[in-house]
């Protein structure tokens, strides 16, 4: 099973600009996505081709008669319908990050529907290749996002009700927001303080000692130098009982992508 191709359209950078504010840029980088999803056009093009290369290469490496790809594609981060977040930010203080509005909400919404389209496009034109060739190979393309209806950012829950906890309760992590198992039970990170980061006391001229990943160092980095700006401000506290601004080494690698229980599930549908 394979997910690839969010960090090609920018969902880094959405999330660094957008959501948290680390970064600017925010409505170039959602000009830049919806670009490479649109109908037409050359950055779109070049994405797609790049996509089915890549799905190419895969299927080549692999000689066993009936091998199968299959290729997820994203979860839809929010409940854009939503009226509870339309004063809500990621990082409460911080003028950069913007409010979660639900056009905010609707225009990521579409970048992601449009990437889905785009990656289900590319897998079954590669299927339709590999099907043909001796030995046969398949592509098959699954799709995630219903899984997630009740259980994005702002949503409601099953029987309608408004979340109250619109990070918290969410199948997808945020920077601050626990694990949930498959069993529903709450993982809590901070008894398990191993590499745990306290933006508070980060050199902020060294982030590449902390962070590896380019992504996480940008954004960890980023957050740290609001914090230590703003001393006045405390850390989200809002949900999960975390008032400080101590990330444990878990959440920035996980932040946007699936908790476990959002893992889980698509094992078991994709079967």
């Given amino acids: ?20 504010g680390v970064i600017s840029g925010c409505d170039g980088y959602i000009q830049a996505a919806q670009q490479k999803v ?20 895969i299927l080549d490496h692999s000689t066993e008669p009936g091998t199968s790809l299959i290729v997820t594609g994203y979860t839809e981060f929010f409940n854009e319908y939503s ?34 389209n785009k990656i289900k496009q590319a897998v079954q034109e590669i299927h ?3 099907s043909t060739r001796t030995p046969r190979r398949n592509a098959f393309f699954y799709d995630i996002n219903e899984q997630y ?50 933006l508070r006391t980060v050199d902020t001229n060294n982030c590449a000692s902390w962070a590896s990943d380019e992504d996480e160092r940008e954004a960890l980095c ?4 609001f914090v230590q700006a703003n001393p006045s401000i405390s850390g989200p506290s809002d949900e999960d009982n975390n008032s400080n ?24 549908r994709s079967r």
């Fill in 1 to 20: 099973m394979l997910s690839i191709s969010g960090n090609d359209v920018g969902f880094g950078n959405l999330a660094k600009a957008c959501l948290l």
């Fill in 222 to 225: 980023g957050l740290a130098k």
């Fill in 38 to 57: 649109a109908d037409a056009g050359e950055p779109a093009q070049t994405f797609y081709n790049t996509l089915k290369q890549v799905y190419e290469r």
């Fill in 149 to 198: 209806v009740t259980h994005r950012f702002c949503d409601f829950d099953e029987n309608g009700n408004q979340r109250t906890r619109w990070k918290g309760d969410a199948w997808i992590h945020s920077l601050w927001t626990k694990d949930i198992n498959p069993d529903g039970t709450v993982v809590d990170f901070e008894t398990n303080p191993q590499g745990a980061v306290d």
């Fill in 128 to 130: 339709n290749d590999f």
């Fill in 83 to 116: 009226s509870l977040c339309n004063t809500k930010k990621f990082v409460t203080g911080n003028a950069a990050s913007r409010l979660l509005t639900q056009d905010l909400r609707a225009t990521l919404n579409v970048i992601t529907r449009r990437l889905n």
């Fill in 245 to 268: 601004w101590i990330i444990t080494a878990r959440n920035p690698k996980q932040a946007f992508h699936p908790k476990s229980i959002g893992h889980h599930v698509s094992q078991l």
